[in-house]
């Protein structure tokens, strides 16, 4: 079992950055893979960005590739995803998840077991 909590959503002006933080515990080696995704209210859940755990490799949603940027700090156990040039459109809960195995497609959410509780990212115009 893999407990994952989102910490840093906000309030944010367009054009502004927040740093997202996902703190994972439990059986965090079971973690081949963790990700963000979005949702927005009435919309469907969207992929964000995706990080292989043991290898280091990331991925992206073209939405936001150059914007964000995904990132891991081994010590803590910590997925980070750094938002920069934010826009009204990126609005929405962000959720942090974690795949036991190696995903055959990184951006599809039912290829994730875990899920944290959200955070709410707002971006004013």
């Known amino acids: 079992q893999v407990q994952l909590v989102e910490s840093g959503g906000g309030l944010v002006q367009a054009g502004g950055s927040l740093r997202l933080s996902c703190a994972a515990s439990g059986r965090t080696l079971s973690s081949a893979a963790m990700g963000w995704f979005r949702q927005a209210p009435g919309k469907e859940r969207e992929f964000v960005a995706a990080l292989s755990w043991i290898v280091g490799n990331t991925y992206y949603a073209d939405s936001v590739k150059g914007r964000f940027t995904i990132s891991r700090d081994n010590p803590k156990n910590t997925l980070y995803l750094q938002m920069n040039s934010l826009k009204p459109e990126d609005t929405a809960v962000y959720y942090c998840?974690?795949?036991?195995?190696?995903?055959?497609?990184?951006?599809?959410?039912?290829?994730?077991?875990?899920w944290g509780q959200g955070t709410q990212v707002t971006v004013s115009s």
């Open positions: 998840a974690s795949s036991p195995r190696p995903p055959r497609y990184v951006g599809a959410h039912d290829e994730y077991d875990y």
